[in-house]
C-alpha cells in the first residue's frame, strides 16, 4: 500500500512540474491562441514528401490546400479504384 502512495504522489509531482506556467517557456500556440485564425489550421511543410496518394492528401489537408470533404471524397475515389483493380475475393468456404 505504501508503495502505491509514493508512486501516486511522484505522478502528482511529475505532471505538476510537466504542467507548471514556468517564466521562461514560451506559450503554447494551439488555433485559439491566435486572435485572427481561430479556425484555420497552420499550414503543414513536411521534411521529406510522402510516398503514397493518401500521404499527398494527407500533406494538403493539414496545409489547408483541400477542404475535408474534398479530401473524404477524394479516399472513396481510391478506394473505388483499389476495388476495381484488386477486388476481395471470399474463400470458397466461407459461411457466415
Not at 508512486?7 to 504542467?19: E, K, Q, R, T, Y
Not at 521562461?24 to 485559439?32: I, L, T
Not at 485564425?37 to 483541400?66: C, H, N, W, Y
Amino acid at each position: 500500500m505504501m508503495i502505491v502512495f509514493v508512486a501516486l504522489i511522484g505522478l502528482v509531482v511529475a505532471l505538476g512540474l510537466a504542467f507548471w506556467p514556468w517564466p521562461g517557456r514560451a506559450p503554447a500556440v494551439g488555433r485559439a491562441a491566435v486572435p485572427g485564425q481561430a479556425g484555420r489550421p497552420e499550414p503543414v511543410v513536411p521534411e521529406k514528401m510522402p510516398d503514397s496518394l493518401e500521404g499527398v492528401l494527407t500533406v494538403q489537408l493539414l496545409g489547408g490546400e483541400i477542404s475535408r470533404r474534398q479530401y473524404v471524397r477524394a479516399l472513396e475515389r481510391i478506394a473505388a479504384r483499389d476495388e476495381r483493380r484488386h477486388p476481395m475475393s471470399v474463400p470458397p468456404d466461407y459461411r457466415p
